[in-house]
């Protein structure tokens, strides 16, 4: 490609147009975002060769991605779907899918679009958080791929491939109701447990002493980004809400096996859990 | 010290026995660990210099370190009280504090006993999951301190000096009502995490090839020793119970906001949330 446009220039588009420099998929590299010290820190950092405004920038590129929170997503595709070129395609990196589809279903241009979503990330934003490496050997999911043209799809395989990043495809709806348990779901009990420990230190000084790698690992997604991360709790809210409740049911069992001092329900129920092992090596 | 006794030869056990080592604080270390498997392992990865049963050990020992899950701590600590040499002192590890505290309080040589937790630790066990290092840059609680004789509660702190792990000290009660919330109730929330997904899984196939790092995060605690953990939570069950229900007001909280798609509260309450990332760098 000769010119690729990168929308958003934090922690997932910086970290997407450095590994395309580093595999020399993208002649050039245009950044455009709404945040000026974004755009000077990603000049600064190498990330971006050139800052534009949307739609020039638009005009000119082969590949276009769009790399901000999910609801402005959903505002600026039908907008650049509007004017894009006829062989310019352009891809979103949100946590949900079913939304963004929805806006351009009937889209006469909705075979330019191809829904993905790197399962990648840190707790960091913004461009200094940024860095090549961030999709290799993660797993990419691309959604509906019926409805984007087959040279698009193929072009955001090859892209991902290069980084060294599996592809898998499946429905947005699908998407969105496993997502939210093996992603959102883990975003909330994080930032659940962050806030009761929070509210408990006001009381009690220096328990953050007594904080070991346990907790630090349980809680590091409460660090993650409110602008990024409130648009995907309401709009996954139904298969959210959903996957709350089962771990409610599960938080409530765990009570009451304590509450009773069950010995061999807990130690029975620990082991069963224990089997993530085996599944997360897998 | 010339001698020195590990009873327990798993992960801390292990590890604390590695790190002796190192320091060059132990002339010879003698391993005791009813399980023969684990003493063989201890022995041929060097972690150990012979095994020995329980009595003989304690008899010819500068110092016994007690590294087993809690309960069974509980029941050899008295024993070993009993017939323990005047300089000789017993320090336990474990992650509750009050129950152990208990069962000598009245113990004539009660002195001879150093009450500790190493907030250290790894969701691995067995003596293959030690290494010498797992105390570094930690902290350990001494709790209790008065009721243990100087000399004894000086050789501890000199040791964890040496293993470069920071000591403070509180009262056992203190510990275990600041624990509960800074390191049980995360393993509860990881535990309570890995079955709700597994449970899924059931009906969803494969979709753990979508979990990323940040479940992996948030779930690894959910592979930690059921052995260990089981006494655990059920000795610390008043204050832990206090503290899942804490949690689960955060937990309605966000699930309210998020069925009310009330977006400017959640906002507000992920920024709040950020601030664990002061905290944790701190």
Partial sequence: MKTVTIIGLGLIGGSFALGLKRTGLAEKIIGV???PEHCQEALALGIVDEIKELKPAVLQSDLVILAIPINAAQVVLPQILDYIPLETYVMDMG???????AVVKNHPNRKNFVATHPIAGTENSGPKAAFAELFLNKV???CDAHLSSE???NLVRKIYQNLWTNVITMSAEAHDEHIAYVSHL???TSFALGQTVLEIEKDEKNI???????????VRLAKSSPAMWTPIFIQNRENLLKAIDTYEKQIQKMREMIENSEAENIYEYLSQVNDIRRILNK
């Fill in 186 to 188: 883990s975003h909330i």
């Fill in 140 to 142: 990419s999911i691309i």
């Fill in 208 to 218: 953050f002493d007594m904080a070991g790698s346990g907790f630090e690992s349980t």
């Fill in 151 to 153: 040279k698009a799809v």
């Fill in 95 to 101: 946590s949900t899918k079913a939304g963004i589809c």
């Fill in 33 to 35: 975002d709404t945040n």
